[in-house]
C-alpha cells in the first residue's frame, strides 16, 4: 500500500464517519497529508487529519482520532492504528500490504512513479535563451539542467510539454556582436561594449572562410554578411553544447520573426484599439499597473521604435494562438520585474494572468581549492557549459545543478564533483545503481531469476521497511516536485532511497553463500532490489543523468 493509498484510505475512512454523524463533508479537504514519523517506533506512517478537521466539525480531535483508528484498524492490510497526543493517528501496515509496493515497482517498471495529475494540460515550458553573442553561461547551464528536468516531470504526470528556446536574434546585442566579429575580423581592438574571447575571433575566421569578400563589401552588406553567418554560427554552436548537455528542444523561436512578420505592429494596433495602451510624453504605454503591475510600461518609445516589451506581447499572444494552457518562463536573477509585466501583458490581450507563470534562477559560482573559479578559457570573462562539462562531465554538472533550489544562489564545489567517494551526491546515487545491478549479474550467475510469486510479505526486517516506504514514496515526490516546479525535490529523494539501500544491504544479505540453497526470503529480497534499483533508475533518468551499470 504506497502513501497515495493510504492517504485515499484515511480520507474514505474520514469520509463515512461525517456520513454516518451528519457532519459537513465539505470540512475535509480533498487531500489527506500521510507521511513517515520521524521515529519509527510510532509507526509506518501518520497523519494529523483529526487535529485538522475535528474541532470544524464539532468534535474533540481525539474523540475523531479513535473514530478513525476504528474504521482503519478493520481495513485489510492495517496492521494497526493507534492514536497519540492530542489527535494523531499512527498506523503500521501488514507485512504483505507494505510488500506489495514491491511488486507494483517491477509491474510498472519505467512507468513508476508517473501519474496523471497535470493530464490535459498544454504547458509552453520556455528556458535557456540565451543571447546568441557568446557562448552558455553557468546561469544559462543552470537553466537548461534545471528546465529540461522539469520538462521531464511535467510529462511525466501527464501534461504535454512543448520545451522552447526564444532566441534574441533581434536588438542592439546583436548589433554589438556582430561589430565584435567585423573587429576581430579585421584585427582591430574589441569596440566599446563588445564582445571578447577566443571564440569571436574564431566565428569571425570562420565567416571568413564562407564569406572570403565580407570585407570589401560595402558597410551595410558587410554588416549584414557577418550578421546572417556569424550569429547562425553562434546559434548552431549553442544548439550543439545544449544537446552534448542532454538538452534538445522542440522549438526554437526567433525574437527577429516577430518584427519582421509584422506580429509586433499587429498587437500594439490591437491594444490600441482596444484601449490597453495610452498615449503619453510621446510614447505608448501599456496600462500595466491595472492589472498588478507597480508602473504602466512604454510599449513604442518617444523615437517610434518599439521597446523590449512590445516583442514580450507578441511573443505571448503567439504562444497562446498556439493553443497553450500556460506559459512558464524561466529567467535569469535580473528579471524579477518580469513577472509582474508578463501578467500584465496577458491580462491585456484578454487571458487569466496565471496563463504565466515566471521562475527566477539565482546566480552559479564555481569553486575550486576554496576560491572562485573566473576565468573560461574560451570565453574570456565568464565560466561556460563546456568549461563546466570539461571540469567533472555532464552526469555530474546536470545532477548538482538540479539538486538544489533554484531561489537560492548556488556555488559549485569543482573538487567535490571530482570525488569518486560517497561525498559526491551524483556518486553516492549512481553507485548505488550500480551496486544493485552488479546484485542482479551475480544472481543471474547463480541461475537466481526475478519471480513474479516472490513472496514479498517476507521482507519484515526493519531494514526492509524503511526500503519499501522509502521507494512507496516515490510518486508522492514526483507529484509534488511537479507541481512546485521543484526537480530538486528528486535528487535529495534519491539521495534518500540510496541511503536507505546502503543501510539494508549492510544489515540483509540477499545471495546465498557457498553451497547454501536459495530460500524463499532470497527471492523477495532479491524483488526488493530490483525495485530499489528500477526507481532509481526512474529519477535519475527525470534529471536526465545516467544510471550506470558499472562504476
Not at 515566471?358 to 552559479?364: N, P, Y
Request: proline share 4%.
Amino acid at each position: 500500500m504506497t502513501p497515495a493509498a493510504l492517504a485515499d484510505l484515511v480520507r474514505s475512512s474520514a469520509v463515512q464517519i461525517f456520513t454516518d454523524r451528519g457532519l459537513d463533508l465539505s470540512i475535509l479537504p480533498e487531500q489527506v497529508t500521510v507521511e513517515r514519523p520521524r521515529n519509527p517506533e510510532h509507526g509506518d506512517y501518520a497523519t494529523n487529519l483529526a487535529l485538522q478537521v475535528a474541532k470544524k466539525a464539532g468534535l474533540q480531535p481525539r474523540e475523531f482520532a479513535e473514530a478513525l483508528a476504528d474504521v482503519i484498524s478493520s481495513t485489510s492490510g492495517i496492521e494497526s492504528a493507534e492514536v497519540a497526543g492530542p489527535g494523531f493517528l499512527n498506523l503500521r501496515l501488514a507485512a504483505d500490504a507494505q510488500g506489495e509496493i514491491v511488486r507494483q515497482v517491477l509491474d510498472a517498471g519505467a512507468d513508476y512513479g508517473r501519474g496523471d495529475s497535470l493530464a490535459g494540460q498544454r504547458i509552453n515550458l520556455e528556458f535557456v535563451s540565451a543571447n546568441p553573442t557568446g557562448p552558455i553561461h553557468l546561469g544559462g547551464t543552470r537553466w537548461a539542467a534545471v528546465g529540461d528536468a522539469l520538462g521531464r516531470l511535467l510529462t511525466a504526470q501527464g501534461a504535454e510539454v512543448t520545451r522552447e528556446y526564444y532566441f534574441n536574434d533581434a536588438g542592439a546585442q546583436i548589433d554589438r556582436f556582430v561589430s565584435s566579429l567585423i573587429a576581430a575580423a579585421r584585427k582591430e581592438p574589441v569596440p566599446e561594449n563588445g564582445y571578447a574571447g577566443a571564440y569571436v575571433d574564431d566565428i569571425a575566421a570562420q565567416v571568413l572562410r564562407e564569406e572570403p569578400d565580407a570585407l570589401s563589401l560595402p558597410e551595410d552588406e558587410c554588416r549584414e554578411t557577418f550578421r546572417r553567418v556569424g550569429v547562425g554560427l553562434m546559434f548552431s554552436q549553442i544548439k550543439k553544447s545544449l544537446h552534448e548537455f542532454g538538452t534538445d528542444f522542440d522549438v526554437f523561436f526567433h525574437e527577429d520573426s516577430l518584427h519582421s512578420s509584422g506580429a509586433v505592429d499587429s498587437v500594439v494596433q490591437e491594444l490600441k484599439d482596444d484601449g490597453s495602451l495610452y498615449f503619453a510624453d510621446d510614447a505608448w504605454w501599456l496600462r500595466s499597473t491595472e492589472h498588478g503591475d507597480d508602473k504602466d510600461r512604454v510599449v513604442i518609445k518617444s523615437d517610434g521604435a518599439p521597446a523590449y516589451i512590445a516583442g514580450d506581447i507578441a511573443y505571448l499572444r503567439d504562444k497562446i494562438n498556439r493553443g497553450f494552457d500556460l506559459c512558464i518562463y524561466m529567467l535569469g536573477a535580473d528579471h524579477h520585474g518580469y513577472i509582474a509585466r508578463l501578467k500584465a501583458a496577458a491580462a491585456a490581450l484578454g487571458h487569466s494572468p496565471d496563463a504565466v507563470e515566471v521562475l527566477i534562477g539565482q546566480m552559479v559560482n564555481l569553486v575550486s581549492g576554496g576560491k572562485p573559479v573566473r576565468m573560461s578559457k574560451r570565453a574570456g570573462t565568464v565560466v561556460t557549459m563546456e568549461d563546466l562539462v570539461e571540469a567533472v562531465g555532464v552526469d555530474a554538472a546536470r545532477y548538482e545543478l538540479s539538486r538544489y533550489s533554484v531561489d537560492a544562489s548556488l556555488d559549485i564545489d569543482l573538487d567535490l564533483l571530482r570525488k569518486h567517494t560517497n561525498e559526491n551526491p551524483v556518486f553516492y546515487v549512481q553507485y548505488a545503481h550500480a551496486r544493485l545491478a552488479s546484485l542482479q549479474r551475480n544472481a543471474a550467475e547463480l541461475n537466481l531469476e526475478l519471480r513474479s510469486d516472490a513472496d514479498v510479505s517476507l521482507l519484515t526486517h526493519p531494514r526492509e521497511g524503511d526500503l519499501i516506504r522509502t521507494i512507496g514514496e516515490f510518486p508522492a515526490v514526483l507529484k509534488t516536485a511537479a507541481e512546485l516546479r521543484e526537480p530538486h525535490r528528486v535528487a535529495r529523494y534519491l539521495e534518500s532511497l540510496a541511503s536507505a539501500y546502503h543501510k539494508f544491504y549492510d544489515v540483509a544479505r540477499v545471495l546465498p553463500q557457498g553451497d547454501e540453497e536459495p530460500t524463499p526470503l532470497t527471492y523477495a529480497r532479491l524483488a526488493l532490489c530490483e525495485a530499489t534499483r528500477q526507481v532509481l533508475a526512474n529519477g535519475l533518468s527525470l534529471l536526465g543523468v545516467s544510471a550506470p551499470e558499472r562504476m
